[in-house]
Every structure is written in structure tokens, then in C-alpha cells.
């Protein structure tokens, strides 16, 4: 994983709509609390979606932006956005590429979760990465996005 005080590496990753999204583009205005999820629509993935959308409002009155990051199809993602109403950006790692620049493994088989939280210039301030415990990255997201503020 991305060490604490490492800048984020300088990646750009297609949205549901196909449009490119530079990470580093991302970082400046807001915190960015960046997710890695195994499956879009696997009972454990949408449970951690669900709990950063409960979540949003207070993220972004803190001064942060979520980002959920998977291999999944766009299609997929799509889906996973209208049924559960996700009101954030999901972007596609097509290749593993973000997900092996950012240190992040594989837990039994199957891609890990790990949450990042990035300051404004670009730093990782804080890691999860709890592969069951998915309400522990929400909740330590939003403490330090919080203590950044």
C-alpha cells in the first residue's frame, strides 16, 4: 500500500460514461477519500458504497469528495449507481492498474478493499484496509477528512 505522506501517483481512470478522470486533477479544491472495492454489486461492495452515501453529505460538508474505484464493466457500474442511488463518482480500473500503483493486493483470492485519504496537495494521509470491517473505512475516512478540515 501507499505509505503515509506518499503523493498519489498520476492516473487517469474512465468514468460509467467513458470519460477519462486524472486523480491528481481531483485533489486541490477537497480532501478526496479514494475507495477500492472488489465487485460492483456483491452484497459486501454495496454495503461499503451505501455506508460512504449515508455518509456524503457529512464528507462533503468537511470539505471532501468520495471516489469508488473497481474492475468492473461500466455497465455494471451503472447499475450499482441507479440501485443504490450513489451519488458519487465510480471509476473503472480497467487493467489493475491504479490498483497495483497503489499497493493494493489480493485478500484469499479476491481483489482487496482499501480506502485512501488524500489531502489537498495530493498526499495519502490515512489508509484502511479491512477487508470485512467495511463500516471501519467509512468511519475513519471521516474522522480524518475531519481532522484535515
Known sequence: MLAIGTPIPDLALP?????LVKLRGLVGAKTLVLYFYPKDLSPGCTK???????AYETFLGAGADVIGVSAGTPAVRAEMIQANRIPFTLLQ???GAARA?????KFLGLDM?????????????HVSDSQLRVGKHISEALAWVKDLA
Open 15 to 19: 468514468g460509467v460514461d467513458g470519460a
Open 48 to 54: 461499503h458504497a451505501c455506508g460512504f452515501r449515508d
Open 93 to 95: 480500473d480497467v487493467d
Open 101 to 105: 500503483a497503489f499497493g493494493v493486493g
Open 113 to 125: 478493499r482499501a480506502t485512501f485519504v488524500i489531502d489537498r496537495s495530493g498526499l495519502v494521509r
